[in-house]
């Protein structure tokens, strides 16, 4: 799961988007839509690097199951 600063990003895209809304402000709520899809892109990132992550830490745990005897490299961090 994506870290504290990207929600922040978004929540702050959000505000931007509001304020720049209500004041007709275009340019601002451009802006605060940028903020909100980089946090998300972000997010959706950081979400594929902890699924390859566990994915391989499961394969380096099938080795680790079939052959205890044999020395294997610390899971991926």
């Known amino acids: 799961m994506g ?3 990207n929600k922040a990003e978004g929540v702050g895209g ?4 509001g304020i720049g ?3 007709g402000n275009e340019s601002l709520a451009d802006e605060g839509r940028a903020d909100q899809t980089k946090a998300d892109i972000k997010e959706a990132v950081s979400d594929a690097g902890d699924k390859i992550k ?3 830490n499961k394969v380096l745990g099938s080795f680790q199951d ?3 005897d044999v020395e294997h490299p610390e899971a991926v961090n």
């Open 21 to 23: 809304e209500a004041t």
């Open 14 to 17: 959000k505000i931007k988007e």
């Open 3 to 5: 870290d504290l600063s």
């Open 54 to 56: 566990d994915g391989a």
């Open 66 to 68: 079939k052959d205890p």
